[in-house]
């Protein structure tokens, strides 16, 4: 193990508070991965909450699809969100995402269909919906902002329009349907 990796990959997890078994669990790691993962911590400006999870991530993938960490953190999708435009933590958020993605493909995928499925409702703009971060719940969002009583009448006439669309959203979300 280089000794100038492991005493900066030491010095960023004391300045980050950074858990022991986390710690060891970052040094395991082989040589290259070890010192990529320095530079998306120093590049991205990770939390230490997000450092866990993406090792987690990391973990996960590597022994699911048999492949190396260095080989995740340099692929495509990994690279490209690394790469993007904005802040360090923005990117950080969307390196975080492409993992989930990655881990969790099928979730990825009903994600994607249940927001098409939104776009498609032409939900006017004082309407919001939302669904579940990550998909942890069965739980749909509903917001209505109205400054006015024409506002909060096309809101509400917008719920009666697509409340149909939206009980098979919750279906969907509940895994009661598979449509």
Request: no cysteine.
């Amino acid at each position: 193990m280089s000794a100038d990796t492991e005493a900066a990959i030491r010095r960023w997890a004391a300045a980050k508070h950074l858990s022991e078994p986390a710690l060891a669990r970052w040094l395991a790691l082989d040589e290259a991965a070890r010192a990529r993962l320095l530079a998306f911590a120093q590049e991205l400006r990770l939390r230490t909450a997000q450092l866990a999870n993406l090792l987690d991530l990391l973990e996960e993938i590597a022994l699911r699809e048999h492949r190396s960490v260095l080989s995740i953190l340099e692929s495509d999708e990994i690279s490209n969100a690394a790469a993007s435009g904005g802040s360090g933590p923005a990117r950080a958020s969307r390196v975080l995402a492409a993992l989930r993605a990655v881990r969790f493909p099928r979730l990825t995928r009903i994600r994607s269909e249940l927001e098409a499925r939104l776009r498609a409702l032409r939900i006017p703009p004082n309407l919001r919906v939302r669904l579940p971060r990550e998909l942890s719940s069965d739980e749909l969002t509903l917001e209505l902002r109205a400054a006015s009583r024409a506002e909060l009448e096309t809101g509400l006439n917008a719920l009666e329009r697509i409340g149909p669309d939206l009980a098979r959203i919750v279906e969907r979300l509940g895994g009661t349907d598979e449509a």
